[in-house]
């Protein structure tokens, strides 16, 4: 092959690895005042996320409910709806904008909602859906402590003012 080409089709592969970076690893991101990294979604974006936490949030207390009641139907039934298929028809454009280690807590997080509700149905031992819970909990905290939301253009924008 020429070597117009080569150059061609090397600058054209590091174009598709530039992207390949921007919206599979780092995402859409910007480092906040606050020292986490602020990941810069649009309004819409950001409201759904943000139901998504709410719903985890909901999800968690009625477990903790479950458990101290001994419930472990309700358990299951509060950890299902935040399973893997609660994840199904997030949009292309926001899981571009989401970085690499962002998505890989999320889906570990569905994921451990799953696996607490099957065990909880097929086990009924609160103490192992407790120690679950504490344990998934750890991804709430970790992403927290790494990750907030932002604005393109604000990156720390506080969210109340959005
Ligand atoms: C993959 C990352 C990630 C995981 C895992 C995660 N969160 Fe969040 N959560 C966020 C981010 C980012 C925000 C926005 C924080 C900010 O902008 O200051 C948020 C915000 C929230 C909020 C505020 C919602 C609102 O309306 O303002 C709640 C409640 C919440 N999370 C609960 C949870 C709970 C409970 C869990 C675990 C079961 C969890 N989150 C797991 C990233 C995550």
Redesign the pocket.
């Known amino acids: 092959m020429c070597r117009l080409c080569w150059t061609v089709l090397m600058l054209l592969l590091l174009a598709i690895v530039g992207a390949a970076y921007k919206f599979g690893i780092r995402g859409s991101t910007a480092p906040a005042e606050d020292g986490r990294l602020a990941?810069l979604l649009t309004d819409g974006e950001r409201a759904r996320?943000?139901?998504e936490?709410?719903a985890?949030?909901v999800?968690?207390q009625a477990i903790a409910e479950a458990a101290a009641n001994d419930k472990p139907g309700d358990a299951a039934a509060a950890a299902r709806k935040v399973g893997m298929a609660a994840q199904r028809g997030v949009p292309v454009a926001l899981m571009a904008k989401l970085p690499l280690e962002?998505k890989r807590?999320?889906l570990s997080?569905h994921r451990a909602f799953d696996q607490l509700a099957l065990d909880a149905e097929q086990l009924g031992d609160r103490d192992h859906t407790l120690n679950q819970l504490a344990k998934?909990?750890r991804?709430?905290v970790g992403?927290?402590a790494a990750?907030?939301?932002g604005v393109r253009g604000v990156a720390d924008r506080p969210?109340s003012q959005g």
Do not use: K
């Open positions: 990941i996320v943000l139901s936490m709410r985890f949030l999800a968690v962002f807590l999320g997080t998934l909990m991804n709430c992403c927290h990750y907030r939301l969210r």
